[in-house]
């Protein structure tokens, strides 16, 4: 029988210390932390490396769970609008910090999140957590 998802975001395998929650509340901090140095120059970045990521033994709730993905959207929506004003130099330095541009942080954020995006399908594999009717599960992907 499949779990729901739901019952899946804590959970881990012998092959990562990490759920699919840790993952991505990893996104989510990482990719605030960069909207965040865009915008603000009086932005100061959690401490590294404990401050990007929750602690491998805390678990989440369903509404904390929630709160990640919704999250990682809002802000993720925020750095697209970023991207397409066209008032935007995106290979300009950046004001306050003239050894970036907004582009690079741009391409981290995609490098980033495309990373932690394939370990966790990785752990949905593992976790047998894929939907049964899956392209993939199928043959047809």
Known sequence: MQRSPLELINAKTILTPYSVWHLVEHIRIAQWDILEFIRDPLHISPEYPAGYRPDAYAKAEEHMWKD??????????????????????????????P????????????????????????????????????PYLTGQG
């Not at 929506?77 to 306050?96: C, Q, R, T, Y």
């Open 68 to 97: 990640s993905v919704l999250r990682v959207k809002s802000d993720l929506a925020s750095l697209i609008k970023i991207a397409v004003d066209e008032k935007n130099d995106l290979f300009a330095p950046i004001a306050h910090a």
């Open 99 to 134: 050894e970036y541009t907004i582009f690079r942080e741009l391409l981290v954020v995609a490098d980033h999140n495309a990373y932690h995006t394939g370990e966790i399908a990785l752990l949905r594999q593992e976790l047998n957590a894929w939907p049964k009717d899956h």
